[in-house]
Nanobody, 127 residues
Framework: QVQLVDTGGGLVQAGGSLRLTCTTS????????MGWFRQAPGKERDLVAA????????YYSDSVKGRFTISRDNAKNTLYLQMNSLKPEDTAVYFC????????????????????WGQGTQVTVSS
């Protein structure tokens, strides 16, 4: 079992930055693929970024590439998402997730591949 707690959301003006943090319990954090998903009202939950267990491979959606950076510290059982140059369309609830999908686009982008989820943290970007 893995328990996830995601924090760091808030209200920020367009062009600003936020850093999300996902702290985890359990001794097997360093075996999981970790992802950050987001869900806006009335929309599906979409993958924003993912990172493999070693941190050597990352994936970003086209909408955040070049602006967001995912990273992990396995010694601290913690996942991060640094979000820069935020836009109003980044407004959503952000969730961290843990799973063991093959690190391929077809699998890491599917929420069904992640059995463990944080409670979500709201990010609101004003124009």
């Amino acid at each position: 079992q893995v328990q996830l707690v995601d924090t760091g959301g808030g209200l920020v003006q367009a062009g600003g930055s936020l850093r999300l943090t996902c702290t985890t319990s359990g001794r097997t954090f360093n075996t999981y693929v970790m992802g950050w998903f987001r869900q806006a009202p009335g929309k599906e939950r979409d993958l924003v970024a993912a990172i493999n267990w070693r941190g050597s491979n990352t994936y970003y959606s086209d909408s955040v590439k070049g602006r967001f950076t995912i990273s992990r510290d396995n010694a601290k059982n913690t996942l991060y998402l640094q979000m820069n140059s935020l836009k109003p369309e980044d407004t959503a609830v952000y969730f961290c997730a843990a799973g063991m999908p093959r690190f391929e686009i077809a699998t890491i982008t599917s929420p069904n591949r992640y059995p463990y989820w944080g409670q979500g943290t709201q990010v609101t970007v004003s124009s």
